[in-house]
């Protein structure tokens, strides 16, 4: 079954202390890996699309990475407006959907 | 460039009522999707429309339906509420088919309340 694993549910870190949020996923049908930002109440802000093992993509203090099982959100330095809900979703061929975690939820506190 | 606009933000019906939301692509979009999250059960596929056509549905009963129009813009439509149904119900489009690897792009949502 095609699934999309998120972790840590939750994450509390001090302002400027730099950590990951992990995504994992089944291989067979992926066609990419999206990252995602929400904040409460809005809509998934689009962070990253990324296709290829080895990839990365970088946004102000967020850097994307993926290797051939999972895909890692580096988070250098941040900020309180850092904090909200990150997740991850990947569009499979096999389902003919994109399948979300269920997200990290970042607070970061000044 | 508008990204994707949702009506109405928020609204509240009641139960055995029906409701419909629109939703309007980004220009250029072909693909709008739409998906309900509540916070026990995360972001839920719903279905998604390209060409007018349906292409995939998700996991949900015959109440939740939808459409797509020649412009694109999407309308989905739920019909004998139940309170199990309170949401924010979003919309996604994408250039080309979501499964396909096309990045989706989401509108701000609406929070339909059932009481």
């Known amino acids: 079954e095609d699934q999309v694993t998120q972790s840590p549910e939750a994450l509390r870190l001090q302002e400027g202390e730099s950590s990951s949020l992990n995504c994992s996923y089944t291989?067979?049908?992926?066609?990419?890996l999206f990252w995602y930002r929400q904040d409460p109440g809005k809509g998934p802000e689009f962070l990253f699309t990324l296709y290829s093992a080895g990839e990365e993509k970088e946004k102000e203090r967020l850097k994307a990475t993926l290797t051939k099982k999972e895909s890692f959100l580096h988070i250098t330095a941040p900020k309180p407006e850092d904090s909200a809900t990150y997740l991850c979703a990947g569009p499979y061929s096999s389902a003919s959907k994109i399948i979300f975690g269920s997200g990290t939820r970042l607070s970061i506190r000044p | 460039k508008a990204g994707v606009t949702q009506t109405p933000r928020y609204l509240i019906k009641t139960r055995g009522q029906q409701v419909t939301l629109s939703c309007s692509p980004i220009?250029?979009?072909?693909?709008v999707s739409w998906y309900q999250q509540t916070p026990g059960q995360g972001l839920q596929f719903l279905f998604e429309?390209?060409?007018?056509?349906?292409?995939n549905k998700g996991n949900f009963p015959g109440r939740f339906s939808g459409r797509q129009f020649s412009n694109s813009r999407s309308e989905m439509n739920v019909s004998t509420l139940e309170l199990g149904d309170s949401a924010l119900y979003l919309c996604?489009?994408?250039?080309?088919?979501?499964?396909?690897?096309?990045?989706?792009?989401f509108g701000e949502g609406s929070w339909l309340t059932v009481v």
């Open positions: 996604a489009s994408s250039l080309g088919q979501a499964h396909s690897g096309n990045t989706i792009y």
């Open positions: 220009s250029g979009h072909r693909s």
């Open positions: 291989v067979s049908g992926l066609r990419g």
């Open positions: 429309y390209f060409s007018e056509t349906q292409r």
